[in-house]
């Protein structure tokens, strides 16, 4: 009704403007309530789906939601301390779960590493390890993948093709098929999460690549420099600070990735966490996870500054 | 032309001496590169040694992983040829072989002839089950009944007339083919040819000398002939044990037990169209539907159903996390809440989530729910929340202020000036975050699910565990692939759309 008030008061072509933006505006109503509606469906029809297919009921174990604080909880704010380096405990009852020497690294008689720093000191030493290693190779490949350097679409083409496949391959099938050759140990762990960093950083640095300013390898290239040379003195120095930049920023994210691949069988802290809090060990549970809290926070601030003092705040955009 | 420009040796002095600081590498510069370069070589140094790397990779089994990888792809078929001390034979497959309950393939030729004798209570017809080569191929299902292999077991002591295998030939291909009669067992592969007799116990002889593929490690003892992918074989004094191995992935449509095993796509296709019902109950293409999702070996309902429990973990989770991540991050953004106070709390709240990682919050929650998709929706929940909210308010703080400030001087209502001056610029940034989230936790979502948290992850984990399911595994692998190379596509498309194409 107000419409039709509004439009005799108006002149004809202001009335077919009102008309037209009446119409649109109630189709883009129309198209917001039916894409919220299918949205919200979908929602409900995954939900009932996964409480369907769920061990347990979600209305049921609601009130469990909150027992991992429960799990936290040790019998004194000491067995942190005690649990973390590995202190005897005045609870020691026999049990496994309150005998912390067990495991302690002994360096001479009198000095031990504790089990948690020295796990999560392999756990680290896996992350930058593997980093370094895709570095490498990311760092070789990256060359032969961007547009501005490698004029030959199939070398081009056949280098990102690998990168995709070795960035999209899920990291527990490698650690998987590790495990089952090799023994126990960090090194499937490693072969997983560099063969995924080595993808990953590929893509990011051929990208850094092609947005290097050709001029220094012109230059060169008039003085009769070959590929490699061209390479090495006309893009690297240009693209080296980006380079470490995003090598830190994968170091932040290869320390997480460790942690989990530990989990499922790469040893590690990863290993010990899962273990202990599938037995229940309150103290331990929560060293090893203020452990990993703080290593993973130490790595985020110390990769931040040094990528900061590296490239200035554009650092911070090209995580994105 | 080069001649003129290029310069005389006293006009290159003459330069040099000019700029003679440009010349002279700088000597800490050029230390600082050496000390870079000899910590980067001493750390890798250490690490070999810290993880003894060269110890494991030397004692590693490089031998089986090649036949876990050709697994991927493929299949064995197992024939063992047993052989009694009077040169008969008799033939049987592993249980579950591919071949179905009555495996007679064309590649295996024998010779039979009717004997009648009396036989003993183990008698060379029976052959002694081995349990070593039991084969592990259904391993998914271990208690789908496929019935027992080709064997008759028969234990009388009597006289009988029975059917006995006099010659057997097997034909791996065209250059590869062994063949057994007379206690002679031949061998040819590659152009050589190797015989060994066998005496029907425990020796192997070779008659002429043993090729490069083949191996015996003392005299009488086993001969194990490789012959590359194509498989592989065993000869014991007693039985002939023959791997050959097919390029592909063996009844992934029915298995053994289906009705439809062993029928080409057109005999299928025209049963279903047009053939009388096998079970009268029910039409011939819900059969096959059924005999597909419920196939023993693959299991493609269950794996569907898990795959599909990976993607509403991330699509739930993310939703989750971004509605509860969009109130949260006006109360974080500096410019939209003055209070120092409320921002830094908020703030440090989402450092919290995201820090404790989404595998933390995935074992807590397994705990608390059970194994299955709910945990993995509140791990993904819990650490999006995080990290959504820190992008979130960071998009915010980075706002044009001249729309809020347009908006407050026409007398708007606090509510009014931020669903109207603030929104519309925000919208479409916390839009493209969540679909790039949505999309990046199908991927790693796989990776909680091997902790229990749901999903197609501990799948995939309890078939590698065995070391004998690869092709599950390709299989797996493939499909999540698929789905994620899907969801990448569909989210892409959408934010550029949403970003106008800035998305990337």
């Known amino acids: 009704m107000a419409t039709s008030v509004l439009s005799r008061q108006l002149s004809e072509n202001g009335a077919l403007i009102e008309r037209h933006w009446q119409e649109l505006s109630s189709r883009r109503r129309l198209y917001t309530t039916l894409g919220l509606s299918i949205l919200a469906l979908t929602l409900f029809a995954s939900l009932w789906f996964a409480n369907d297919s769920n061990a347990g009921k979600f209305v049921d174990r609601l009130p469990h939601f909150f027992d991992f604080v429960g799990d936290l909880m040790p019998r004194d704010a000491m067995e942190i301390g005690r649990a973390l380096l590995d202190l005897p405990s005045p609870y020691d009852d026999g049990s496994f779960k309150y005998n912390y020497p067990e495991g302690r690294l002994y360096l001479t008689d009198g000095v031990y590493i504790p089990e948690y720093v020295h796990k999560m000191l392999e756990t680290v030493n896996i992350a930058i390890f593997s980093t370094v290693l895709g570095v490498f190779f990311g760092f070789i490949l990256c060359f032969l993948a961007a547009r501005n350097l490698m004029p030959n679409p199939w070398i081009r083409g056949g280098v990102r093709r690998l990168m995709e496949v070795l960035r999209a391959f899920p990291e527990v099938v490698i650690a998987g098929f590790f495990l089952a050759i090799l023994s126990l140990g960090p090194i499937p762990a490693i072969a997983a999460v560099s063969i995924h960093t080595i993808g990953a950083l590929g893509k990011l640095f051929f990208e850094v690549v092609e947005n290097a300013d050709m001029k220094p390898e012109e230059g060169l290239r008039a003085v009769g420099a070959n590929w490699i040379e061209r390479v090495w003195f006309g893009i690297v120095p240009q693209v080296m600070p980006n380079f470490v930049s995003y090598f830190l920023l994968r170091l932040e994210i290869n320390v997480r990735a460790s942690t989990i691949i530990g989990a499922v069988g790469g040893g590690g802290i990863g290993e010990l966490l899962r273990l202990s809090i599938g037995q229940g060990h309150q103290a331990k549970t929560l060293a090893i996870v203020l452990l990993l809290f703080a290593t993973i926070f130490a790595v985020d601030q110390f990769s931040a500054w040094l990528r900061r003092r590296l490239v200035g705040d554009q650092a911070f955009e090209l995580a994105q | ?504």
């Not at chain 2, 990888?69 to 033939?91: H, K, N, Q």
């Not at chain 2, 650490?383 to 202020?401: P, V």
């Open chain 2, 1 to 504: 032309m080069t001649a003129s420009t290029k310069p005389s040796v006293l006009e290159m002095e003459a330069i040099a001496a000019r700029h003679a600081h440009l010349l002279q590498s700088s000597s800490k510069k050029g230390l600082k590169q050496m000390l870079i370069g000899g910590g980067v070589v001493f750390y890798l140094v250490f690490s070999w040694w810290f993880f003894s790397i060269g110890h494991v990779l030397a004692n590693a089994n490089w031998g089986i992983a090649g036949t876990y990888l050709a697994d991927w792809v493929s299949y064995e078929v197992r024939p063992e040829i047993a052989i009694a001390p009077d040169g008969t034979m008799a033939v049987s497959y592993q249980r579950n072989s591919p071949l179905g309950k009555n495996p007679n393939p064309q590649w295996v030729m024998l010779d039979k002839q009717e004997v009648t004798r009396t036989v003993e209570a183990r008698s060379a017809t029976t052959p002694a089950q081995k349990p070593k080569a039991s084969s592990s191929f259904n391993f998914m299902a271990p208690n789908a009944a496929l019935g027992a292999g080709g064997t008759t077991e028969q234990a009388a002591t009597t006289t009988r007339t029975e059917q006995v295998v006099t010659r057997a030939v097997v034909t791996y291909d065209r250059a590869t083919r062994i063949e057994i009669a007379n206690k002679l067992v031949t061998a040819t592969h590659a152009g050589e040819s190797l015989t060994m007799k066998v005496d029907g116990a425990d020796r192997v002889t070779a008659q002429t000398p043993l090729p490069r593929w083949a191996t015996q490690k003392r005299p009488g003892e086993k001969v194990t002939l490789s012959f590359g992918f194509t498989g592989w074989a065993e000869i014991e004094g007693d039985e002939v044990s023959i791997r050959n191995r097919f390029f592909g992935w063996a009844n992934f449509l029915f298995d053994t037990n289906s009705p439809y095993f062993g029928k080409s796509y057109g005999e299928v296709a025209s049963l279903i169209l047009s053939g009388d019902r096998i079970e009268p109950t029910r039409s011939n293409l819900s059969l096959a539907w059924d005999n597909i999702l419920y196939n023993a070996e693959w299991q493609h309902l269950d794996v569907w159903t898990k795959m599909l429990q990976t993607v509403v973990m991330a699509f739930v989770g993310t939703l989750f996390a971004s509605f509860i991540a969009f109130p949260l991050c006006f109360l974080a953004a500096r410019n939209i809440t003055p209070s120092r106070v409320t921002n830094q709390l908020v703030k440090r709240f989402f450092d919290f989530l995201r820090s404790v990682d989404m595998f933390i919050w995935a074992l807590f929650f397994t705990r608390a729910f059970g194994p299955g998709p709910l945990a993995g929706i509140s791990a993904i929940f819990f650490t999006d929340t995080g990290t959504l909210g820190k992008l979130y308010s960071e998009a915010l703080e980075n706002i044009d202020d001249k729309q809020r400030e347009g908006v407050k001087s026409v007398g708007a209502a606090p509510i009014a000036v931020q669903r109207f001056g603030v929104l519309p610029q925000v919208l479409p940034v916390f839009a493209s975050q969540a679909l790039y989230f949505w999309e990046s936790n199908t991927r790693s979502a796989t990776i909680i699910g091997a902790v229990g948290a749901g999903g197609i992850g501990l799948k995939l984990w309890e078939a590698m565990r065995t070391n004998s399911d690869w092709e599950n595994v390709a299989y797996m692998v493939l499909l999540i692939l698929m789905v994620v190379f899907v969801f990448d596509s569909i989210s892409n498309a959408c934010r550029s759309r949403l970003m106008g194409g800035k998305a990337h």
